[in-house]
């Protein structure tokens, strides 16, 4: 059975730091590639960062390249998004998902198991 499960979300002025959690089955952590995905109010959800199962290889969306650092703990099963620098056009719901034709450029619709999300606001 493949379950992601988020973690992390909250208020945070500009500038300041989150991580986020994503704590996933087996199966997907071992086999699958895991990504972080956002939607703010009124747009589309967007690929924010993924890293692979087989190779630990990286992806960034422009907009948080620099900012934002993914990485696994193979001990906990878990993938965080660790989030600096944050701007107010960072706030959005945060998804993590995976699946077994989860691409590594982190396109949306290639992504079959969803969290529920959680949310991450920027503001002062």
């Known amino acids: 059975q493949v379950h992601v499960v988020e973690s992390g979300g909250g208020l945070v002025q500009p500038g300041g730091s989150l991580r986020l959690s994503c704590a996933a089955s087996e199966l997907a952590f071992d086999f699958y590639t895991i990504g972080w995905f956002r939607q703010a109010p009124g747009k589309e959800r967007e690929g924010v960062s993924c890293i692979s199962s087989s190779d630990g290889s990286t992806y960034y969306s422009d907009s948080v390249k620099g900012r934002f650092t993914i990485s696994r703990d193979n001990d906990k099963d878990t993938v965080y998004l660790q989030m600096n620098s944050l701007k107010p056009e960072d706030t959005a719901v945060y998804y993590c998902?995976?699946?077994?034709?989860?691409?590594?450029?982190?396109?949306?619709?290639?992504?079959?198991?969803w969290g529920q999300g959680t949310q991450v606001t920027v503001s002062s």
């Open positions: 998902a995976t699946g077994p034709w989860a691409s590594s450029t982190c396109t949306p619709g290639d992504y079959s198991y």
